[in-house]
Each structure stands twice: as structure tokens, then as C-alpha cells.
């Protein structure tokens, strides 16, 4: 850490669920795309973003979080795509919950084989959990050039935008500048 601080986590939508926030890794903004997950650095940056700079982030981790990601990309992308679901289905095989009951009350574990896996199957578990609790909730955002998704948590379920300062202002500005020329003609 420098005497700065921890750098900025660079995103423009973070605290998405998980599953979300790992999506929401590669984004475009004027100065084109950007993929934070393109190095370690940024991997541990994702890591520590989410409070989990205890799982590993090595090179093996930093492949299994892009598999992860792309399968949650490709599933929400099409999810009656049988190579959607396959892959999809391959991430959730990393890993399993257990539940029980002991003189404590019930319990849950989590058990992930293989600890580089451990934050990407982590990230498919809450998808999963998001398709079984709130389908109908997950967004693209509106804006023909956004590529970021969130949980659309709003009373009526009607958030179009990642966010209205970004792509709701511009859609907004977009539109007023439609109307001004139209009324200039």
C-alpha cells in the first residue's frame, strides 16, 4: 500500500453483487475499452474491491476469474445457448455448498477444490443465486455503447442506466441535442 492509499478501483458501476461486479470488469468509456482483469494488479485490485484480498491472486486465479467471467458474459448474453449453459456449468463444477445442522443451528460450507478457482466460482455461485432469486431484476445498461450490467434494485424494477451522471446524462444530452436540431431545421 503507498503512503496514498490503496489505488482507485478505475470502474465506472462497482459494487454490483458479484457475479455482476465481475462482469462489469471490462468497460468502454472515451478513451476506448478497459479490462481490469488484464493484469494482476488490476486482479487483486478486483479482489480487494470486492473484501476478498485473502483468495489468491496469482496467474492460475487471474484465468479462472476471465473463464468465469466469460461464461457469465456468454450466459447472460444467451441463455438458452447450450455452449452458454455448458460453460456456465463447468464454473459452478468447481465448487459446492453443504449445508447442516448441528447443536450450533444450521450450517453452510463452501468447498472450492481448488483455491485458485475460489474467488471465480464465488462470482458464478452469486450469478446463480441472482438468476434464481431477481431473473427478472439483471440489466444491460441502455445505452447502445455501454457493455456494463447491474441489479436493478429500484422500487417500479425500471433502471435503464448503469448510472444517470454517466449514460443517463448522455442519453439525456443526446436527446435534447436531437430536439434542438430539429427545431433549428
Same mark, same amino acid.
Given at each position: /500500500?503507498?503512503? =496514498?492509499?490503496?489505488?482507485?478501483? +478505475?470502474? *465506472?458501476?462497482?459494487?454490483? *453483487? #458479484?457475479? %455482476?461486479?465481475? %462482469? ?5 468509456? @472515451?478513451?476506448?475499452?478497459?479490462? %481490469? #482483469?488484464?493484469?494482476? @494488479? ?17 496467474? +492460475? ?9 466469460? @461464461?457469465? !458474459?456468454?450466459?447472460?448474453? $444467451?441463455?438458452?445457448? *447450450? ?8 464454473? #459452478? ?12 443451528? *444450521? =450450517? ?5 477444490? $481448488? ?14 443465486? %441472482? ?6 431484476? #439483471? !440489466?444491460? &445498461?441502455?445505452? +447502445? $455503447? &455501454? ?7 429500484? +422500487? ?5 442506466? &448503469?448510472? /444517470? ?15 434542438? !436540431?430539429? @427545431?433549428?431545421?
Amino acid at each position: /500500500m503507498s503512503a =496514498t492509499g490503496p489505488p482507485r478501483d +478505475p470502474r *465506472p458501476l462497482t459494487g454490483e *453483487p #458479484l457475479g %455482476l461486479d465481475l %462482469l462489469n470488469t471490462t468497460w468502454v468509456d @472515451a478513451e476506448g475499452p478497459h479490462d %481490469l #482483469l488484464g493484469d494482476l @494488479a488490476g486482479t487483486r485490485l478486483w479482489l480487494a474491491s470486492n473484501d476478498h484480498s485473502h483468495w489468491p491472486a496469482t496467474e +492460475p486465479a487471474r484465468q479462472a476469474l476471465l473463464v468465469a467471467r466469460e @461464461a457469465i !458474459r456468454a450466459h447472460i448474453t $444467451d441463455p438458452a445457448s *447450450p455452449t452458454a449453459l455448458a460453460t456456465l456449468n463447468s464454473v #459452478l463444477a468447481w465448487g459446492y455448498v453443504t449445508r447442516s445442522v448441528g447443536q450450533d443451528g *444450521p =450450517t453452510t460450507a463452501v468447498w472450492v477444490e $481448488d483455491p485458485v478457482h475460489q474467488a471465480a466460482w464465488h462470482a458464478a455461485d452469486n450469478y446463480h443465486t %441472482l438468476l434464481t432469486e431477481r431473473p427478472d431484476r #439483471l !440489466r444491460r &445498461c441502455a445505452h +447502445p $455503447d &455501454c457493455v456494463l450490467h447491474f441489479l436493478d434494485t429500484s +422500487p417500479k424494477g425500471n433502471r435503464r442506466w &448503469c448510472s /444517470m451522471a454517466g449514460c443517463g446524462n448522455r442519453a439525456k444530452a443526446a436527446r435534447h441535442y436531437a430536439r434542438s !436540431r430539429r @427545431a433549428a431545421n
